[in-house]
T-cell receptor, first 114, second 116 residues
Framework: NAGVTQTPKFQVLKTGQSMTLQCAQDMNHEYMSWYRQDPGMGLRLIHYSVGAGITDQGEVPNGYNVSRSTTEDFPLRLLSAAPSQTSVYFC?????????????FGQGTRLTVV | AQKITQTQPGMFVQEKEAVTLDCTYD???????LFWYKQPSSGEMIFLIYQGSYDQQNATEGRYSLNFQKARKSANLVISASQLGDSAMYFC?????????????FGPGTSLSVIP
C-alpha cells in the first residue's frame, strides 16, 4: 500500500549542482504534480502532468524540468540549483475519474541549497 | 491575483470547542472543487474534506464540515469538538476544471493551536 513515494527525504546541494527528485505512484493515477512549500506561501504548483508524455507548467516552473515517460513516475529535475530553490517539495497524484475529490501526496523532500 | 485567501495566519481554540477556519476563493469557472488539507508538524499532507461547486449540500466528514457559500465564494472549514491532535497547519485549495488541464491551487494556510 505504497501510494505516492518520494525520494530522497532530505537533500543538501551546493549552488550550481543538479539533481533529480524522484516521485512514483502505484495507484494508476493519470494526474501528477509537483509543488514547493515555502513559509507563509502555502504550496505552489511547479509542473504537472495529465498523463504519460504530457506535461505543463504551473505557477513557478523556472529552474525546474519534468518528464513523464510512464504513468507511474514523474521526476523533477533541478538543472543548476540556486539558494532560492531551498524548499520542501511535494509530489501528488490524483485519478481522472470525475469528480476528482482528492490528491494523494508524498511525504515531501526537504531540499537545502547552500 | 491570489485565488485562495486564508485571512487567519494563526488561530487558537480551547480543547473540545468548535473552530472555523476561513477560506475565500476566486474563480470564473462554474465547475470547480474545493479541498481542505491538514499538515501536522511531521510534514505530511492529509486530505480532510472535499466540496464540489455543484454539490447542493455542505460536505461533512466526521468532525469536519465545510460551510460552502457559493455566492460569497467562501468555503470555511468547521472543526467540531477540537482535539489536541488537531494542532496543525490547514490549507484550503481549489481545483478549476475549465481548461484542458486541471490544476490545484493552495492558499497560504492557517496555523491552528488547540489549547488544553
Amino acid at each position: 500500500n505504497a501510494g505516492v513515494t518520494q525520494t530522497p527525504k532530505f537533500q543538501v546541494l551546493k549552488t550550481g549542482q543538479s539533481m533529480t527528485l524522484q516521485c512514483a505512484q502505484d495507484m494508476n493515477h493519470e494526474y501528477m504534480s509537483w509543488y514547493r512549500q515555502d513559509p507563509g506561501m502555502g504550496l505552489r504548483l511547479i509542473h504537472y502532468s495529465v498523463g504519460a508524455g504530457i506535461t505543463d507548467q504551473g505557477e513557478v516552473p523556472n529552474g525546474y524540468n519534468v518528464s513523464r515517460s510512464t504513468t507511474e513516475d514523474f521526476p523533477l529535475r533541478l538543472l543548476s540549483a540556486a539558494p532560492s530553490q531551498t524548499s520542501v517539495y511535494f509530489c501528488a497524484s490524483s485519478p481522472t475519474t470525475e469528480p476528482v475529490t482528492e490528491a494523494f501526496f508524498g511525504q515531501g523532500t526537504r531540499l537545502t541549497v547552500v | 491575483a491570489q485565488k485562495i485567501t486564508q485571512t487567519q495566519p494563526g488561530m487558537f481554540v480551547q480543547e473540545k470547542e468548535a473552530v472555523t477556519l476561513d477560506c475565500t476563493y476566486d474563480t470564473s469557472d462554474p465547475s470547480y472543487g474545493l479541498f481542505w488539507y491538514k499538515q501536522p508538524s511531521s510534514g505530511e499532507m492529509i486530505f480532510l474534506i472535499y466540496q464540489g461547486s455543484y454539490d447542493q449540500q455542505n460536505a461533512t466528514e466526521g468532525r469536519y464540515s465545510l460551510n460552502f457559500q457559493k455566492a460569497r465564494k467562501s468555503a470555511n472549514l468547521v472543526i467540531s469538538a477540537s482535539q489536541l491532535g488537531d494542532s496543525a497547519m490547514y490549507f484550503c485549495a481549489m481545483r478549476e476544471a475549465g481548461t484542458s488541464y486541471d490544476k490545484v491551487i493552495f492558499g497560504p494556510g492557517t496555523s491552528l493551536s488547540v489549547i488544553p
